[in-house]
């Protein structure tokens, strides 16, 4: 073999190793980059969203509430959304509930009664479990988390008292 074939071997085998930690330093650059956009608590949200979407966790309880909501959080139209405004509500809540296992966090969420009741009612559970999907990542457990039917706001009040979900703490088993 001559010295200008071991050259060009060479040559090829540097090629390799600078192609292949390039495409390394590509990768873990790329990761870095999603998980600063996604934000800290992405895992933990991804944790939370996954823990309640499975089946046994939208059983909706039937209790009447009582008394005065701990917190009501509103929504845009459409929307499922928390809103980050309502960290601090969403904290007292975290904080009502710490220590005491005995008790219980109730979502109702509402609708208004115009369009498909299907869809409205379908919206106000979804909000509901966006909520609960916050709680769990503020620290609150899965089973601390009660979801009532969804129900359909009646009377005078304005659109946006009927797109909420009222936070209630109760004594459940």
Do not use: C
């Not at 046994?56 to 209790?63: A, G, K, P, S």
């Not at 509930?97 to 609708?111: E, F």
């Amino acid at each position: 073999m001559s010295d200008d074939d071991r050259d060009d071997s060479r040559k090829v085998g540097l090629w390799v190793v600078f192609a292949s930690v390039a495409v390394l330093l590509l990768g873990v650059l790329g990761f870095a980059v999603t998980r600063t956009l996604k934000g800290p608590s992405a895992p933990a949200a991804q944790t939370a969203a996954a823990a309640a979407s499975t089946g046994e966790t939208d059983v909706l309880v039937d209790l009447n509430p009582t008394g005065p909501a701990l917190a009501v959080l509103y929504f845009e139209t459409g929307s499922a959304e928390v809103s980050p405004q309502d960290a601090g509500a969403l904290a007292e809540v975290v904080k009502a509930l710490a220590g005491d296992g005995s008790k219980r966090v109730l979502l109702s969420g509402y609708h208004d009664s115009t369009g498909d009741p299907a869809k409205n009612a379908e919206l106000a559970k979804q909000r509901a479990k966006a909520v609960r999907a916050a709680l769990i990542v503020g620290g609150v457990p899965l089973q601390q988390v009660l979801l009532r039917k969804p129900e359909s706001t009646t009377g005078s009040g304005t659109d946006r008292e009927a797109r909420r979900v009222e936070i209630r703490i109760v004594d459940a088993p």
